[in-house]
């Protein structure tokens, strides 16, 4: 599994910035790394926004799984 996670996200990352730069410019690296960059960025910030709903859930289900058990 996680064989193909990182082979789904280098694909991502080497394909992206070809979309807008050809891949023999010298400049590919500097956008690949950028992208690479804000990539992580989007990452790191949908776990923070996201942590308060899957809180929630666990308040949620733990309060369901102790009303069936009293």
């Given at each position: 599994m996680p064989h193909w996670i990182s082979e789904t996200l280098l694909r991502i990352v080497n394909t992206v910035p070809a979309l807008f730069v050809?891949?023999?410019s010298p400049n590919f690296a500097l956008v690949r790394v950028m992208f690479v960059l804000i990539f992580i960025v989007i990452i790191i910030y949908g776990i923070i926004v996201l942590q308060p709903f899957w809180s929630a859930v666990?308040?949620?289900?733990r309060k369901a799984s102790t009303t069936d058990h009293a």
């Open positions: 050809a891949e023999d666990a308040r949620r289900l």
